[in-house]
């Protein structure tokens, strides 16, 4: 089964898909992490997302090529997060075809993930080239992913909305 966590930065969405994941398996799923350390800032975001989690996830830590960790992975996986994924795909000079065809194919696989991504769909249009493209493939992502997925849930506040 495939369950989608979205919502807005610090809605409280990592934590709740974690206690979601962990109550859903015996076996101790994988923690997919996707950030990257590019700054002091993102290293305390990482740091503090470790001990959050401690040791009730086996972590992998993944930025580009997601498709390649899940594919083999035989336990529940925690996807974490898919903005940042995004985000660093069009940071490395990766198209938005290249994206679509990752998400395409890790939907058609028969695994129980449990996807965290940013909602970003309720902000105003920016005027940086950039900014746009990430919303928009962010924006058809998230549609994608929303889908295939049994259980959709909006975060807001620490409170998971079920709306799928």
Known sequence: ???LFIGGIKSGKSKLAEEYILKST?????YLATSEAIDKQMQEKIDRHQLQRSERFLTIEEPLNIIQVIAPVPTPILLECVSMWINNMLHYGFKSEDIYEQIEKIMDLDKEIVFVQNDVSSTLVSTNRLA???TDINGVVSQMIASGCKEVYHTVAG???KIK
């Open 1 to 3: 089964m495939k369950t």
């Open 26 to 30: 015996t076996l101790l799923p994988v």
């Open 159 to 161: 409170i998971a909305i």
């Open 132 to 134: 746009r493209e990430f």
